[in-house]
């Protein structure tokens, strides 16, 4: 197998674009992370394309075929693949690229993730997005996903020290992140009151523990080590790329309030890599509730199980904490187009490993990412290093 | 939820009936076809559940999808049946009945329906035991 490395990123800002379309929004960050990565879209060899459901979103399926067109690409009769995996279509569409190129197969890759989401009003989103757990037997009871989340966090805060405040501690941290990010959907400051004092969406998540429906689009070009000194003089190498399955429905998980596709994705990619947490300076991780990024931080084995509320309100996980976790201002605060959010991660930690993330900077030698589909039914784990 | 989708599953959705494996003893509900413990050594017949069980977790969902919205608030759970699986599903008590290892059993209730004119949905719901 081939060293990769990280040669170019790009991102459309997140939010709410009523006036541009699912294609205008992916040929936007095609063309900055090309532009970034210094490469002309006539030496693309392959394309991987995350998004979730266009079909449902905007009824388009047969998404790559049409990205490789509006792209350019169409000429050229490049491969071009669709992945899917939920919210963590993004984060999977990046480990086909770095398996494509690490395996010999395939040179300069794009990997990309779009979603359009407001094409639609927030009832129909919020029913598009329990298709990501179990339609028969968790959506067919009115199961919603901030519903499934919620039933975790209540389970956890049943049995671990965690309480309310701490848990809007993470919203109030990312929202800090968020607002230094030019791209990020909402960039305003809250406190622990905006979050307590918001409406409840389900006990106990309340509107502002949950991440927004967003439009974005965010791409990155992968290609072997040996090759990314003709391109850039800064490239990021792909230090692992881990993925792993669990039950659909939460309902079979082994402990409902533990992401064991986490624990396993996060120990495969600690293991590939040969680091410890140790030497991890920053982490993007899933953070679609609040209540997934303290579990998230736990399941990576950055604390113990119920160590994370008291992390997050001491300040370790906050930009000049001991490890800054969401720099971007995570899903919360960037926004969560879900299709797109496992490459924007890539993008911030290439950033941040650059030197280039401005008022958010991390000094940062090794950066981890951490993507999720469903409430744990796919887990996503990539560590990148300057 | 289309008509043949919904109809497939009406044994099950109506009397809780899942599925044993009667090589290694695991009840499943909802019901699987194949046994993850035994995979195809495995023998997996119909099985009735008694409807009795405990609430693992809990949510009151005051948002939902359109389908579900008239009804919200309304109370989603996790319960644990007597013979072991888990599944989803609303208890048909007040936000402030509910608890974390309250006793439940089954009951049969209209679930949701496809607008004012479509399919209706019934299924199990649980109500408290005690």
């Given amino acids: 197998m081939r060293d990769v490395a990280v040669i170019g990123v790009g991102c459309t800002e997140f939010g709410e674009h009523w006036s541009t379309s699912f294609r205008d929004l992916f040929v936007k960050a095609g063309a900055l992370a090309l532009e970034d990565a210094g490469v002309t879209g006539e030496k693309i060899d392959a394309l991987y394309v995350g998004n979730m459901s266009a079909g449902r979103f905007v009824e388009q399926e047969h998404i790559g075929a049409l990205i490789a067109d509006y792209a350019g690409l169409a000429s050229n009769n490049i491969p071009s693949t669709r992945v899917e995996a939920a919210c963590a279509s993004g984060g999977l569409a990046f480990r086909q690229a770095v398996i494509a190129v690490a395996s010999g197969m395939e040179d300069i890759v794009v990997a990309a993730g779009v979603e359009k989401m407001t094409d639609v009003g927030t009832g129909a989103s919020v029913d598009m997005l329990a298709s990501a757990a179990d339609r028969e037997w968790e959506g067919f009871a009115g199961a919603t996903f901030p519903g499934l989340y919620a039933m975790i966090a209540n389970d956890y805060m049943n049995r671990y020290p965690l309480t309310r405040e701490q848990l809007a501690q993470v919203a109030v941290k990312n929202h800090e992140h968020g607002a230094k990010n030019p791209i990020a959907q909402f960039r305003n400051r809250i406190t622990v009151d905006t979050v307590l004092s918001s409406s409840l969406v389900a006990d106990p998540l309340r509107l502002f523990d949950c991440s927004p429906i967003t439009d974005g689009a965010a791409a990155v070009v992968v290609v072997p080590l040996e090759r990314a000194r003709e391109f850039t003089d800064s490239p990021v190498k792909v230090l692992a790329s881990a993925q792993a399955s669990d039950t659909i429905s939460l309902h079979d998980r082994r402990d409902i309030s533990t992401l064991d596709a986490t624990v396993a994705a996060g120990r495969r990619a600690f293991a590939q890599a040969g680091l410890t947490h140790k030497d991890i300076d920053l982490l993007e991780v899933h953070d679609c509730f609040t209540i997934a990024e303290i579990c998230a931080i736990e399941d990576l084995g950055f604390c113990k199980k119920g160590e994370a509320g008291k992390l997050t309100e001491e300040g370790a996980t906050a930009l000049g904490g001991e490890i800054p976790v969401n720099t971007s201002g995570g899903l919360k605060a960037c926004g969560h187009p879900v299709g797109a959010t496992g490459i924007k991660q890539i993008c911030e930690v290439v950033s941040q490993l650059r030197g280039e993330a401005a008022g958010r900077q991390v000094d940062a030698e090794v950066g981890m990412t951490h993507n999720v589909g469903g409430t744990g039914a796919t887990v996503v784990v990539h560590i990148l290093g300057a | ?130």
């Avoid at chain 2, 695991?26 to 609430?55: A, M, Q, W, Y």
């Avoid at chain 2, 009151?60 to 759970?77: C, G, M, W």
């Fill in chain 2, 1 to 130: 939820m289309s008509v043949s989708r919904f109809w497939r599953k009406i044994p099950q959705r109506y009397n809780l009936v899942g599925t044993k494996c009667t090589t290694c003893g695991r009840h499943f509900f909802p019901p699987r076809s194949l046994c993850p413990e035994c995979r195809r050594s495995g023998n997996i017949v119909d099985h009735k559940f008694t409807g009795e069980g405990t609430v693992v977790t809990y949510t009151v969902i005051r948002s939902a999808s359109d389908q579900f919205e008239h009804t919200t608030p309304y109370v989603l759970a996790i319960v644990e049946l007597d013979e072991g699986p888990r599944l989803t599903t609303q208890i048909a008590c007040t936000p402030e009945e509910a608890k974390i290892g309250m006793r439940v059993k089954s009951v049969f209730r209209r679930i949701t329906a496809d607008g004012e004119s479509g399919t209706i949905h019934y299924g199990t719901k649980f109500v408290p035991a005690e």
